[in-house]
């Protein structure tokens, strides 16, 4: 472990020289199955052949000119995400906090061409939108934001997933502009709304003249079985932004903006040096590309439905623990108890899980997993689980 670096991760004990499909082998040679995909980022997994070969041949090709010149890359994968998230134009960035960051300045520069001179976004409690100062004051985590105090202001705290709330703020504040809500709260402990609850937000969104702005930056890229999760209900947002899987590991985030919100940036508004360059975008529209070919969405669905049923079979009789839940292969299982060791005796037997919020064992797993796959993951974590409950 190097002195070198700062002190701003707690890294497991392990370090992976190569990846292929949804296994990582580490530097002794170890075999572990992903099932983590680096945090919803490699939903391909790894190694898939389509983009290391348009990688590849990117590198070889063009890296980097800037946005000072059209970009071709750029301009074909703004054209297929649009037409696949039925948006209007995107803006892009190069990380997920980059993307809310575009979403945060549109909404403010939205407001302020209606005349609000205070715009206030809408953000719900446990929210995760990012760690620089405007996206960690968006979220609702007092772990992220302590010490880093004075936060940006003008957003405006709800509970998730209850509409009365939304309703109240809607009758008693003049000042808002937009709400920013993730589809289903990842770093929460994957909570998934009720259903109507994206579509009752889109109604009030239209009432009052907000943007409906989604952060679907871990729920989208087909990971909830749709390509986008807010698909499920058939909306359509004002704003949508996206990173992790977008690029499969090459860095890329994207805001995307539809109707009078892909109006509001006019040049000088907003940039990025790296942003929109022709290697992350020609990576992203591979991404998309086989996603949508390979019917990716389809396969997280049922693979999706196959963890989520062997779990909560193998778990019925365990008492500790709380619920198993799932929005395709965004999956968890929640426990009574905090269960942070989990990960380490998972890491043991060759499996990779994450845990977040204390005690919701949270699984991400590539979308190209195969059937046999899934039911390895879940007799691993079933050993793991009822032998840490014993
Ligand atoms: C919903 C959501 N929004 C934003 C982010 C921040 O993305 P990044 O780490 O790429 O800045 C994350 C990362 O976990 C996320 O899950």
Same mark, same amino acid.
């Given at each position: 472990?190097?002195? @070198? ?18 296994? %990582?082998?580490? =530097? ?22 389509? /983009? ?26 703004? +054209? /297929? ?5 039925? *948006? ?16 945060? $300045? ?16 809408? !953000?719900?409690? @446990? ?15 007092? $772990? ?5 105090? #004075? %936060? ?9 997933? +209850? ?13 808002? &502009? ?16 009720? #259903? ?14 907000? /943007? ?11 990971? =909830? ?24 590991? &090459? #860095?890329?985030?994207?805001? *995307? ?34 996603? /949508? ?32 839940? @799932?929005?395709?292969?965004? !999956?968890? !299982? ?20 994450? !845990? ?35």
């Amino acid at each position: 472990m190097s002195d @070198h670096l700062v002190n701003a991760y707690q890294s497991l004990p392990v370090s992976f020289t190569h990846g292929d499909g949804c296994y %990582l082998w580490d =530097s002794e040679g170890k075999q572990y199955l992903d099932a983590l995909s680096g945090i919803s980022v490699t939903s391909l997994g790894h190694n898939y052949p389509a /983009l290391t070969s348009a990688i590849q041949e990117q590198a070889a090709t063009l890296l980097h000119t800037s946005n000072l010149y059209s970009i071709t890359w750029q301009q074909k994968l703004a +054209d /297929l995400l649009c037409a696949s998230a039925d *948006m209007d134009r995107v803006f892009f960035a190069n990380s997920g906090a980059e993307a809310n960051e575009a979403a945060i $300045k549109l909404a403010r520069l939205y407001g302020h061409q209606k005349n609000i001179d205070n715009p206030q976004i809408v !953000v719900m409690q @446990h929210a995760f939108h990012g760690r620089t100062m405007a996206t960690l004051s968006a979220t609702g985590s007092r $772990k992220v934001q302590a010490g880093f105090e #004075p %936060l940006v202001s003008g957003f405006v705290r709800a509970p998730y997933n +209850d509409i009365p709330s939304i309703e109240a703020i809607a009758e008693n504040s003049r000042n808002v &502009v937009a709400i920013l809500v993730e589809p289903v709260q990842g770093e929460a402990g994957i909570v998934i709304p009720d #259903p109507g609850y994206l579509s009752a937000l889109r109604g009030i969104c239209d009432s009052n003249n907000w /943007l409906l702005m989604l952060d679907e930056i871990q729920s989208g890229m087909a990971r =909830s079985g749709k390509m986008f999760a807010c698909q499920h209900e058939a909306v359509v947002p004002d704003v949508m932004t996206l990173a992790k899987a977008l690029g499969n590991g &090459v #860095p890329i985030g994207a805001c *995307m903006t539809r109707g009078s919100a892909a109006e509001v940036f006019k040049p000088g508004n907003h940039g990025s040096t790296f942003g929109g360059n022709p290697f992350a975008c020609r990576a992203a529209f591979t991404v998309l590309e086989s996603m /949508l070919e390979n019917k990716i969405a389809e396969n997280a669905e049922q693979r999706g439905q196959q963890l989520f049923c062997a779990l909560q079979q193998g778990l019925a009789n365990n008492q500790q623990v709380a619920e198993v839940r @799932h929005l395709g292969l965004l !999956v968890a !299982v929640e426990m009574k108890i905090p269960c942070q060791e989990l990960v380490m005796q998972a890491l043991q037997q060759g499996l990779l899980i994450n !845990v977040t919020a204390e005690s919701v064992i949270r699984l991400l797993p590539p979308l190209i997993l195969s059937e046999a796959q899934g039911a390895e993951i879940a007799s691993k974590l079933l050993a793991c689980i009822n032998q840490f409950t014993e």
